[in-house]
Each structure stands twice: as structure tokens, then as C-alpha cells.
């Protein structure tokens, strides 16, 4: 278990539609950090947040958005869902902003299937 | 931009070595971590390297040559557990590139 706690494991949906999926960090850790992972595409970077402040910046589309909220929780939430959205999603998060030798420790992730 | 790649699959025997190789061209490097992951699952961190030369952590190894653009992941004694996707990532100043992952089949 890596403390970091995702809702929902899965969610379907239709297209069009709108999703929010909500990640816990682990106890103490600032940063928190999305991804989306596709059999084609391997695990994608899309947004890192720190302390409540956006920190870096990936491939995120722009209907996709994100934040992080004083408690330290984040929110991934995807919009006029497509059908290539299908994918799983981590929330990852570390200590501090990211550098030195601090790993990324995963949740289980948000599979998400749009029908 | 990152560019990683490693192979897609490699397949040994238990109680053998296996080695994962990864190669990068990035425009800034600023470490590079080894995750496992196994299938559906979270990826778990494994090792990581900054400075060259060879880390070990138990069963597993990480070897780094920053020139080269080129790091090795070496598991011994291989289990059926091992079995698994292996993530070779590559971070800049604050973001984590991560390889497409090797998949590794132990067989008995």
C-alpha cells in the first residue's frame, strides 16, 4: 500500500460527458501528480501540483483541469469525454517539489471506460 | 522533449539474471528512476540514479551513465513475482518521462 488513495477504481461513462476523479496523497507529501496511461501511449505526464500551487505542466488537453485543494487532495476532472479518454489514471505524489531523490509513489489508479 | 526507449519484452528463467536496458536524449537530466509494475496495478519505485555507476538495493541493481544517455536495470535470482513491466523514467527539472516499459516473463 503507498498511502496514496484514489476515487472511484472504476468509473464508465458516455461520451460527452464529465468526470472528476479525486486523489489522496500520502501523509505529509506537497506534491501531488497526474497521469494517464494507455495501452498505446504508456504512462503520460499531465499535471503536478505543489502545496496548492500548479508546479509543471504535461500533455494535458484542455478539457481536461485539475486542482489541489488546502487540505492537499486533488482533482483530476475530464470533460466532453472522447472515446480515446479510455484510459487508466494515477495520482502519484512525493514529498517535496519533485527534485533531488524523492520517488513518486503511485495510488491504484481510476480506470476509466468511455462507451 | 525526452526520448526513452527500451525493449518491449524479455522473457528468462527463474533463479536467472536479467538485464533492462534504457537509453535517453533529454534536453535536461536530472535523475532517472526504475519503477515495477505489474499489470493493472500502480507502478512501485524501485531504484534510482543520478551520478554514474552501478546501485544496488537487494535482488535489484541500477547502473547509470549519464555520457551515454544510458542506464541498465539487473534483477538476479529471478522469481515468478518478477514477472511484471518495468518503467524506466527520466526526469528534468521537475517532470518524470517515462519509457514505454519493458515486460518481463519469468518462466519456471
Known amino acids: 500500500d503507498s498511502g496514496v488513495t484514489q476515487t472511484p477504481k472504476h468509473l464508465i461513462t458516455a461520451t460527452g460527458q464529465r468526470v472528476t476523479l479525486r486523489c489522496s496523497p500520502r501523509?505529509?507529501?506537497?506534491?501531488v501528480y497526474w497521469y494517464q496511461q494507455s495501452l498505446d501511449q504508456g504512462l503520460q505526464f499531465l499535471i503536478q501540483y505543489y502545496n496548492g500551487e500548479e508546479r509543471a505542466k504535461g500533455n494535458i488537453l484542455e478539457r481536461f483541469s485539475a486542482q489541489q485543494f488546502p487540505d492537499l487532495h486533488s482533482e483530476l476532472n475530464l470533460s466532453s469525454l472522447e472515446l480515446g479518454d479510455s484510459a487508466l489514471y494515477f495520482c502519484a505524489s512525493s514529498v517535496g517539489t519533485g527534485g533531488g531523490n524523492q520517488p513518486q509513489h503511485f495510488g491504484d489508479g481510476t480506470r476509466l471506460s468511455i462507451l | 522533449g525526452q526520448n526513452i526507449d527500451q525493449p518491449t519484452e524479455m522473457t528468462a528463467t527463474e533463479g536467472a539474471i536479467v538485464q533492462i536496458n534504457c537509453t535517453y536524449q533529454t534536453s535536461g537530466f536530472n535523475g532517472l528512476f526504475w519503477y515495477q509494475q505489474h499489470a493493472g496495478e500502480a507502478p512501485t519505485f524501485l531504484s534510482y540514479?543520478?551520478?554514474?555507476g552501478l546501485e544496488e538495493k537487494g535482488r535489484f541493481s541500477s547502473f547509470l551513465s549519464r555520457s551515454k544517455g544510458y542506464s541498465y536495470l539487473l534483477l538476479k535470482e529471478l522469481q515468478m513475482k518478477d514477472s511484471a513491466s518495468y518503467l524506466c523514467?527520466?526526469?528534468?527539472?521537475?517532470?518524470?518521462?517515462f519509457g514505454a516499459g519493458t515486460t518481463v516473463t519469468v518462466r519456471a
Open positions: 523514467a527520466v526526469r528534468d527539472l521537475y517532470k518524470l518521462s
Open positions: 540514479n543520478v551520478l554514474d
Open positions: 501523509s505529509g507529501d506537497l506534491s
